[in-house]
């Protein structure tokens, strides 16, 4: 009894179809019997405000790095620009709905053992407050237009909330991850704009509609608009899906040189650890990170071709295998970037008489001291250790290994403890 409980608890906790479907009965059932005009403390609109904000945490959007975006921001805006007889709620009254309808939330994960998100829903909770006080000003300081009323007031608002929430949102949500790394902060807030954009204009999108349809549909309008936000969610987490899948593909191929023989066991994914730990310290954004990542794992794959692994070096050079490898990653139709750097991992990214070679990427030159490095120090014995490994490296720096990446693979290894 107490197993098939704890199973049922888990399936409600989840944010499933059962529980969304639930959420809005009851929100639609307060709506309706709620009376007209704002209803403060534990009136209808406040109740049922705080449960589709809670229903809209739980449904929450997967990012890069395991992070997730919330979806809560959408009912707490609405709610914030919400307009009732010619009135704005209290930025109180906004905050304790944003706060009861997150509290809900968190209550569930914990009954369903879910990870808790406090960081991420305060961030939410600020940028709500912050998107409130714009546009409790903006209504404030603008006039009323004679022939337009309330709805001038209503679209500048609107834009100012627009403006606030996405800059506010992007700029807590880089500075929550600041301890990743030592990237810029400038670079976390233009990939942090770049994921996040699209979930914000829908959010923006669905709180002004729901703000505005409030009036006329009453009962019926949160359920309805929880149409948009499930689609929402789904689609992003078929893109996460979508990234998994390539990861698990392009990670099976990599294995290919490894079972045949001609790469010591777990060389790729080292080397695309590693690669992934030096990007990160030299300030790569996400989408030139997962090009690094797939890059690194597949850097072997050309080796495939070699008939015997024992004559590997005696017939065929490191670069012909390059060669090789970017023309099978080329053949299928996807990852040019990953090609280019698979082909030019061997290059020297200095040439004799020249400053620095213009045409190698970053990424790989990454992977070239990845993988030297991996070659140095596996498998492990006299003369192999992480110090013994960076002192060849470093005599590479003069034409073959780029300082800044070989300096970047020294604090990566300190932070370590391994050297």
Known sequence: MRRRLRSNLLSFGSGGVGFVAAASGIAAIIMWRSSSGWTHSLG??????????????????????????????APGLAFAVLRLNGSAAPIGEVAAVFIVGLALAQAVRAIARRPNRLPVAAAR???????TASYHSVIAAQPRSPSL?????????????????GVLDVALQSLLALHDGDRPYLRMFADQARA????????????????????ALRAWTLPLFLAPLAATQFSFRQVATIRRNYLQTVGALAKVP??????Q????????DLALALGKELGVGDPELHEIEYAALLHDIGRISLPDPEEASKSTTDLQLAL???????????????????????EQYRRRGEETNPALSLGAKIIKVASAYDDLTVPPGPGRTPAEAMERLYVGMAYDYDPRVIQAMSRVLEREGSL
């Not at 999108?205 to 703000?211: K, N, P, W």
């Not at 490894?258 to 790469?263: L, V």
């Open 44 to 73: 209808g609109t406040f109740l049922a405000f705080s449960i589709f904000v809670a229903v809209a945490e739980l449904l929450e959007v997967p990012l890069e790095r395991g992070a997730v975006f919330s979806l809560a921001l």
């Open 125 to 131: 909770l600020l940028v709500v407050l912050g998107a």
């Open 149 to 165: 009323g309330d709805a001038h007031v209503s679209a500048l608002g609107l834009f100012a909330v627009l403006v606030v929430v």
């Open 196 to 215: 996040t954009g699209p979930l914000l204009l829908s959010s923006v999108s669905v709180a002004a509609l729901l703000a505005l349809s409030y009036p």
């Open 258 to 263: 490894e079972m045949a023989g001609y790469t």
């Open 265 to 272: 066991a777990g060389h790729s994914r080292r080397v695309a």
């Open 324 to 346: 090789v490898g970017a023309s099978i990653i080329e053949e299928t139709g996807h990852f040019p970037n990953v090609a280019v750097m698979v082909r030019d991992q061997h």
